[in-house]
């Protein structure tokens, strides 16, 4: 055994001194990874604490006050993932509704998930074509949308407003993202006559 | 055809003969047993053919219905029931499905040849080829749809007023069938000029 030693002493040497280093590194390492756990935790605390202050804040799908226009990250910072919102949920009534100036183009009342509207076929024209209105008690297509750009009149749709989702959209129950003030003329004109201001000076937010 | 029937005739000949080794006891037995085994055999590889995965497996349906299927609502919805190729394109009754099983052998003909082995023929043929399937489902009352959407347990007040009154006024009368409103609803729809809809 001692023989072995002393033969080897060298090697038994660089050995130890080898096993040194490797401990000093892991120690080293424990001791770094040990502080940064320490602000990652303190940086969170403090972030908790933050959110706690904000108003309408911390939930997990971020801020819901909507009072920036955030709408992409929703006031989550950028190193954060935030849990995606629910969709909303296409409105599906069937029923009219009002439109809110003159020239505005239908909203659409009923969901139109899936509907093909392409170079081969256009679901929409299935119910609301002239040739079929009456059949499914659809609303017609507006004249004016058998009219090329000359208002001369064509035989089928034109092409330029072909594609119905352009202009008419599906509403959804989703929240507003940015607030607004916008009234209807009926309103600002009811508003006239009554002698107020309009209703946004009143404070009135739609 | 003479040397045919020389070559067949000591065959035909042992066919013939009454068996004197095997009792009739055996025979039928075997009978049976051969019987069970070969129509099991027959469905399990009726079966086979009769899956999404095998449909799939060409490259023609892989690439060009398949990957439409995949977007629609036959194919992923909320509750996770879904219809695969053959609940719609296969009866499910036995006769209707041989039927259609020995129909589908022109298919076997057009894999062999390529008929439609590129998108662009696939394409050119896809009206010809939804026809035949509008056809199919209008004579037989639209039966695929029907395997899972039954009329007597739609609930009406379920669907919104618009598809509730469609489906009573044009369906519940029995004057129209699912396909004739229907159509294209788990595959994207060819150039549908001159094909009267609704």
Known sequence: MSNAFTRNRLLWFAGGLVLAVIVLVFVAGWLAGRTTARHDEERAARAATQAAHAPAAGSALGRTDMQQIDALRRGIPVDQEAAPMPLARVENADRRRERAYPMQPPTIPHAIDGYQVDKNSNRCMLCHARANAEKFQAPPVSVTHYMDRDDQFLAAISPRRYFCNQCHVVQTDARLLVGNHFQTIDEVMAAAEAGTATAEASGKVQ | ?198
């Open chain 2, 1 to 198: 055809m003479r040397r045919l029937w020389e070559w067949l005739e000591p065959y035909w000949r042992t066919l013939r003969r009454p068996s004197v080794h095997y009792s009739l006891g055996f025979l039928v037995a075997a009978g049976f047993v051969a019987g069970i085994l070969f129509w099991g055999g027959f469905n399990t590889a009726l079966e086979a053919t009769n899956t999404e995965k095998f449909c799939t497996s060409c490259h023609e349906m892989h690439d060009n219905v398949f990957q439409e299927l995949k977007q629609t609502i036959h194919y992923s919805n909320r509750s996770g029931v879904r219809a695969t190729c053959p609940d719609c394109h296969v009866p499910h009754q036995w006769t209707d499905k041989i039927a259609r099983k020995m129909q589908a052998s022109k298919e076997v003909w057009g894999k062999i040849f390529g008929t439609v082995n590129t998108r662009e023929k696939f394409i050119d043929k896809r009206l010809e080829l939804a026809m035949h399937e509008w056809a199919r489902l209008k004579a037989n009352d639209s039966l695929e749809c029907r395997n899972c959407h039954d009329y007597q347990s739609m609930d009406l007040t379920r669907q919104s007023s618009r598809a509730a009154q469609i489906h009573k006024r044009w369906l519940h009368t029995r004057e129209k069938t699912c396909i004739d409103c229907h159509k294209g609803i788990a595959h994207q729809l060819p150039d549908m000029a001159g094909v009267p809809q609704g």
